[in-house]
C-alpha cells in the first residue's frame, strides 16, 4: 500500500532554515507528480509546492516562493523541501502528498502522510 513517512521537522528561529524529507513506497514514486501540503493551527489543509514526475518543474504558493525549494530523488523514492528564511507563520504540520486536488491553495482531497511538525518561534 502506499507509504508516505515525513521528517526532519523541528524548531527553528525566525531567519532559519530545516530540509523536509518524505520517503515514498509502495507504488512508482518516479510516475507521480508530487506535492508539500501543511497545516497550521486551527486551520485547513493549504498547499505549499508542487514538483512533476521527473524533478524539472516546480511550482510554489505565494507565501513560500523565493524561501523555499522543492527537489526529489527518483532513485531513492524520496521527496525534498529546502526551507529557508523560515517565519512564525510557517508554523505548521508539513506533509508531501500524491493524487492532490486543491483549489488554488485549498487542498480538499489527496493522499499523505503523518506529517512532520515545523515550529518557527525564537
Known amino acids: 500500500q502506499v507509504q508516505l513517512v515525513e521528517s526532519g521537522g523541528g524548531l527553528v528561529q525566525p531567519g532559519g532554515s530545516l530540509r523536509l524529507s518524505c520517503a515514498a513506497s509502495?507504488?512508482?514514486?518516479?510516475?507521480?507528480?508530487m506535492n508539500w501540503v501543511r497545516q497550521a493551527p486551527g486551520k485547513g489543509l493549504e498547499w505549499v509546492s508542487t514538483i512533476n514526475s521527473g524533478g524539472d518543474s516546480t511550482s510554489y504558493a505565494d507565501s513560500v516562493k523565493g524561501r523555499f525549494t522543492i527537489s526529489r530523488d527518483n532513485a531513492k523514492n524520496t521527496l525534498y523541501l529546502q526551507m529557508n528564511s523560515l517565519k512564525p507563520e510557517d508554523t505548521a504540520v508539513y506533509y508531501c502528498?500524491?493524487?492532490?486536488?486543491?483549489?488554488?491553495?485549498?487542498?480538499?482531497?489527496?493522499?499523505w502522510g503523518q506529517g512532520t511538525q515545523v515550529t518557527v518561534s525564537s
Open positions: 502528498a500524491k493524487d492532490l486536488k486543491r483549489v488554488g491553495v485549498n487542498v480538499y482531497d489527496g493522499s
Open positions: 509502495g507504488f512508482t514514486f518516479s510516475s507521480y507528480w
